[in-house]
């Protein structure tokens, strides 16, 4: 890239940056230092200022670069988890929003918990919401590094360490220092400058081929070196049937993840009751429909305007089709509305990392201090004890991420983001789905739940391609492949319901109906809620 592309992307880096630290500075003096501060904000958002809170949540660093490279390189089979991350919020709307803000408190732990010896129950929901968080936040570190690989002109890896550490940094500062209340206007903030620079990308893509979609689907099957295959389904998982399988189990991931995602369900917790949590998801899946739409037209865009071989040559896992495509629709390199564009876009994309990073670790942070070190201490500590608790935590996810992040640098963020949605489906919707509408459910069974399905999901993929066996793992120069497909969901999910079935039955105490007759009263009518 141009100093020109540099300089104005990084000023325009800097600028949000500041807006942010502005805000995050701005509430922690205005904080009560509470933890219902810290955790929810006070719980005093609208129903659509969480709406878009939870819409920026969910348009990640996955959604924005790593889908739209996906389906520039694969075409039809990419449009998988646009269509994936779409329906899951169905799941979430019809299942579980109002149950679970009126249930819980501040975590996914507190559901599962109020009807439930409270200690192991919190324990094992505890280390599946920190795994989930950060396999999320390894996959916003690897869109950070190679969006400013390409900025840089994909020369420098020690820039994009920086890069990755930087974002670390920042993403500790907001979470320590504002809590829930700063994230969720960052999340703001974010969501709108992320829609309106799609919008603005879907516009100028649709402009150059005069609005005929048809065209712009030959043109991106002409160019993308497979012919019409890349506009069929099984250009990416049709080939024998462990890829069949894969397409399966990513499926099942991606639908049924978002509702055990620790960062999602915490945004119900931040409105007053459970009909404005309820309304903030309408808000949301309006918002994230438009948007999932616009990842289609901007991933056969890339194919089209780009071309799959320049997009793969620039990064092999597409990461960098969409700042690319907006170089091309602004007059290509050298020209004053491909500098502009393309450094709008650079900035709207680190901005989207940023933003989801800090949603991710409070949540992560808010499990550690809420349901892990809470639970150890084995009673119930004081609410500041724990936010000092929580922000000290917040810096030792943030060096974790960091870590896991330089080593993951060379996968796509969307599949990233597919597996941490696997381990969600697989440890956290048992458990919750569980508690929420089976009456004779108990403390074994819930425990088991989440154990039988954490343990194999992350075992699993250390025994998949993506860590060995094959030239784009982690590890390629080993091989501990024992598992073929790149997602366990398919393996891992069936086990989380199983092993939670068996724990019950099993089980030597029998269930509290009282306790279960006051969770499903106040989780259907809100009485009693917090």
Not at 64 to 69: A, P, R
Not at 107 to 124: F, G, N, Q
Not at 195 to 224: K, M, P, Y
Not at 245 to 267: E, K, M, W
């Amino acid at each position: 890239m141009t100093d020109d592309h540099q300089t104005l992307a990084l000023l325009l880096f800097g600028a949000f940056v500041a807006v942010t630290l502005g805000i995050t500075t701005w509430v922690s003096r205005h904080r009560h230092g509470s933890a219902e501060e810290f955790y929810a904000g006070g719980r005093l958002f609208t129903p659509m200022e969480n709406g878009f809170a939870i819409a920026g949540d969910y348009m990640s660093a996955a959604s924005f670069l790593g889908i739209s490279g996906l389906i520039a390189l694969v075409g039809y089979d990419g449009m998988l988890y646009s269509v994936g991350f779409l329906v899951a919020w169905l799941v979430v709307l019809f299942l579980i929003a109002e149950l679970v803000r009126n249930c819980g408190r501040f975590t996914l732990a507190d559901v599962v918990a109020a009807r439930m010896r409270e200690r192991p129950v919190r324990i094992a929901a505890g280390a599946s919401s920190v795994t989930v968080c950060v396999l999320y936040l390894v996959a916003q570190m690897v869109g950070a590094g190679s969006l400013v690989a390409l900025l840089l002109g994909g020369t420098s890896g020690a820039a994009r360490a920086w890069t990755v550490i930087g974002v670390g940094a920042l993403m500790v500062i907001y979470v320590s220092l504002g809590g829930m209340r700063a994230t969720t206007w960052i999340q703001i903030v974010k969501a709108v400058l992320l829609l309106a620079g799609t919008v603005a990308l879907t516009v100028l893509v649709l402009l150059r081929f005069h609005g005929d979609v048809n065209r712009l689907l030959l043109t991106a099957a002409e160019r993308s070196g497979h012919g019409k295959a890349f506009l069929a389904p099984g250009l990416a998982y049709g080939g024998d049937w462990t890829a069949r399988f894969d397409f399966v189990s990513l499926g099942l991931a991606l639908v049924l993840g978002t509702a055990g995602l620790p960062h999602i369900l915490s945004r119900f917790y931040t409105v007053p009751t459970a009909r404005a949590a309820r309304r903030s998801v309408v808000w949301s899946i309006g918002l994230i429909g438009g948007f999932y739409l616009m990842t289609i037209v901007l991933g056969f865009g890339a194919a089209a305007i780009v071309g799959s071989e320049a997009v793969r040559g620039s990064n092999a896992s597409g990461n960098t089709a969409v700042p690319l495509l907006a170089l091309d629709l602004g007059g290509g390199a050298g020209s004053t509305g491909g500098t502009v564009l393309f450094a709008v876009v650079a900035a709207v994309a680190f901005a989207t990392i940023l933003a989801v990073v800090a949603g991710i670790t409070l949540a992560s942070s808010a499990s550690v201090a809420h349901d892990l070190y809470a639970s150890l201490r084995r009673r119930r500590g004081e609410p500041r004890g724990e936010v000092v608790v929580a922000r000290v935590a917040a810096v030792g996810i943030g060096a974790a991420a960091i870590a896991l992040g330089l080593l993951a640098r060379d996968l796509n963020v969307a599949f990233l983001v597919g597996l941490a949605f696997a381990v969600a489906a697989s440890a956290n919707l048992p458990v919750l789905l569980y508690s929420l509408f089976w009456r004779g459910f108990t403390t074994r069974g819930a425990v088991w739940a989440v154990y039988g399905g954490l343990v194999p999901a992350v075992v699993l993929v250390l025994l998949s391609p993506v860590v060995s066996g094959s030239p784009t793992s982690l590890f390629p120069g080993v091989d501990l492949q024992l598992f073929p497909l790149q997602n366990p969901g398919l393996v891992s999910i069936p086990l989380g319901f199983l092993a939670g079935w068996i724990g019950t039955v099993t089980s030597p105490e029998a269930p509290d109906e009282g306790r279960h007759a006051e969770t499903e009263v106040r989780s259907l009518t809100g009485a009693g809620a917090v």
